[in-house]
Each structure stands twice: as structure tokens, then as C-alpha cells.
């Protein structure tokens, strides 16, 4: 009984499948765990985008234009001094933009 070739996906394009075909069994294994890894990140982009924009709430009105509606509110401590910072994740980054010093009052 003769070993036969795996059948590969029906909505996998044929360009894919020749150039499969035509590899390696090292550029194969090199290729498989490259598309897991790039799945593995497609699916986390899409579920942080699918929080961010479970997250995001009415944009305040004293956000600055070039802060995203998702930002929060923190305080940072310079010098003894206290600052109000908008704050929020772009990508892998954490971003800041100064708001305002924090009141005694506050």
C-alpha cells in the first residue's frame, strides 16, 4: 500500500499549495511554525481590539484631540510634585500626555 500525500485544505489558494508542495521538508517546518506564530498574533490583535472597543466610553470633554477616548486618568509623582497624565496602550507601548497639576483639593 503505497504512502499517499496529504490533502490539503479546499479554501487553501492553489499558489500556496504549489510553493508547499515544492519546499523543503526544513523550509515546510520553518513555514508551519512562522503561520502559528503569525495566527497567534492576529488572534490576540483582534481580541484586544474586540476589549478596546467593548472599553471604550464617551470621549470627556476636556480630551485633548490627540488622545484616544479609551485614555484614563493617572497621577505621577515628580519632585514631590503631583501631575495629572492621560494614559493609554498604543500597541505593545503605554503612552502619556500631560493633563494638569493635581489641586490640594483633590
Do not use: C, F
Not at 495566527?39 to 476589549?51: C, D, I, S, T
Amino acid at each position: 500500500m503505497p504512502y499517499e500525500p496529504p490533502t490539503p485544505p479546499t479554501n487553501l489558494p492553489t499558489e500556496i499549495v504549489n510553493t508547499l508542495n515544492e519546499s523543503s521538508p526544513e523550509h515546510l517546518r520553518d513555514v508551519a511554525s512562522y503561520a502559528e506564530a503569525v495566527a497567534e498574533h492576529k488572534e490576540r490583535q483582534a481580541r484586544l481590539e474586540e476589549a478596546d472597543d467593548a472599553n471604550v466610553e464617551e470621549r470627556p470633554d476636556d480630551l485633548p484631540d490627540d488622545v484616544p477616548a479609551k485614555a484614563t486618568i493617572t497621577i505621577k509623582e515628580i519632585n514631590d510634585n503631583r501631575y495629572y497624565y492621560w494614559q493609554w496602550r498604543d500597541g505593545e507601548k503605554i503612552r502619556s500626555q500631560y493633563k494638569g497639576p493635581v489641586s490640594p483639593d483633590d
